[in-house]
């Protein structure tokens, strides 16, 4: 993909990007290569609002404390980190069994160290893979039960893929994120 076309055209509809903007989207990326062409865009789409625009992993309630999130949140130290802020226990062993089969880490790792869902790689491991495998679906669907796995996706399927993650919290504003990251993908040179 010409990503020199791609960058240029989400700052046209986006504005300015810092450079741990563009490294955040360099690491999602190289993960989501070769997916299909609605999946890349919703998954940018996902990374890009989870993150505020920061398009580098946060943590849950990233502008409170630690002491705050111990006492608050219930399935503490399993809160939310990353770029789709994975949460819960089961889910952090499902990341930490990925992880060591990609070789990205080594078994019972990222148990051991919830904090590495914040490394950009795993980040984007995490994102691909949980939406792909329908590990965060309020309905248990996979990505390509909720777009299309080739050409572009229709409004109502940005909309309805928003269950992937959360529910559909926002779900309207994250399609119109989507449109932009398929157009920018598609003057990429995806199809």
């Not at 980190?81 to 499902?94: A, D, F, H, L, P």
């Not at 790689?121 to 965060?136: T, W």
Request: aromatic share 10%; net charge neutral; glycine share 8%.
């Amino acid at each position: 993909m010409n990503r020199q076309a791609f960058f240029a055209h989400v700052r046209a509809k986006l504005g300015r990007l810092s450079q741990l903007q563009v490294d955040g989207f360099e690491a999602v990326l190289d993960c989501i290569d070769g997916a299909p062409l609605a999946h890349q865009a919703y998954m940018l789409a996902t990374a890009w609002h989870e993150t505020g625009g920061a398009m580098q992993p946060v943590r849950e309630a990233h502008w409170l404390s630690e002491a705050w999130r111990k006492k608050n949140l219930r399935y503490y130290p399993w809160y939310g980190r990353g770029y789709v802020q994975i949460t819960w226990e089961s889910n952090y062993k499902w990341l930490d069994k990925a992880c060591a089969e990609h070789g990205m880490t080594q078994p019972g790792e990222i148990l051991a160290n919830p904090d590495l869902a914040m490394r950009p790689d795993i980040a984007a491991l995490a994102l691909r893979k949980g939406m792909e495998e329908g590990r965060y679906d309020a309905h248990g669907k996979t990505m390509a039960q909720r777009l299309p796995t080739s050409g572009v996706a229709t409004r109502e399927q940005y909309i309805n893929a928003r269950y992937l993650v959360n529910i559909q919290d926002k779900a309207d504003l994250i399609e119109d994120y989507a449109q932009v990251f398929e157009r920018a993908l598609r003057n990429g040179g995806l199809s």
